[in-house]
């Protein structure tokens, strides 16, 4: 069954550095998404990305955080300049059409640490 | 009032036991609901996914939405020890893509 890849799977990084986190979508998928969970807390949402753009985020999105599809098969979730509270799991997920009725299937996470 | 409330647990029950796991919700506007199980070091793996009110069966999970009661709830027959994860409920409303999810309940099957 094809699958959401995402490397790596364990990141440590120093506060204040940057960071790029990889995705391998679904390869028919059109619509790919990121989100987070703290340590003992629920998943979130950070943003929505079709067709080149951010299609919806939420206020954790902030300026630190931007997206890409940089070729047919990858999507990057980067954070510019790392915080201690940006320490997370990160999951990517991709549906192949939008729509609350197209479900999302999620990738294994990578496992953020700041120092 | 939090928007998608669930019990942490943990649950622990027997093999062969039937299990009820629940979400209760404030927004009354959710349209669409899910199930996802999440085996430790591992991402969400979608159970079950319905959109009306009513039950909705896929082998021995079975997923019912009372939308006038604002409560979901994941029964699973049969439970085996290959059960024992963490079962995250999740929901969205009808024009984003955003899901919204509960804090998970943890679940073990004992043989």
């Known amino acids: 069954e094809p699958e959401v890849t995402q490397t790596p799977s364990h990141q440590v990084t120093q506060m204040g550095q940057e960071v790029i986190l990889r995705c391998v979508p679904i390869?028919?998928?059109?619509?790919f998404y990121w989100y987070r969970q703290i340590l003992g807390q629920k998943v979130e949402f950070l943003v929505s990305?079709?067709?080149?753009?951010?299609?919806?985020k939420s206020e954790i999105f902030d300026d630190q955080f931007s997206v890409e599809r940089p070729d047919g098969s990858n999507f990057t979730l980067k954070i510019r300049s790392t915080k201690l509270e940006d320490s997370a799991m990160y999951f990517c997920a991709s549906s192949p059409r939008s729509g609350s009725n197209q479900p999302q299937h999620f990738g294994d996470g990578t496992r953020l640490s700041i120092l | 009032q939090k928007e998608v409330e669930q019990d942490p647990g943990p649950l622990s029950v027997p093999e062969g036991a039937i299990v009820s796991l629940n979400c209760t919700y404030s927004?009354?506007?959710?349209?669409?609901f899910m199930w996802y199980r999440q085996y430790s070091r591992k991402g969400p793996e979608l159970l079950m996914y319905t959109y009306s009110s009513g039950n909705k069966e896929d082998g021995r999970f079975t997923a019912q939405v009372d939308k006038s009661s604002k409560y979901i709830s994941l029964f699973i027959r049969d439970s085996q020890p290959s059960d024992s994860a963490t079962y995250l409920c999740a929901m969205s409303l009808y024009n984003t893509d955003k899901l919204i999810f509960g804090t998970g309940t943890r679940l073990q099957v004992f043989p």
């Open positions: 990305f079709y067709n080149n753009e951010i299609s919806e």
């Open positions: 927004n009354s506007a959710f349209q669409y």
């Open positions: 390869s028919n998928h059109l619509y």
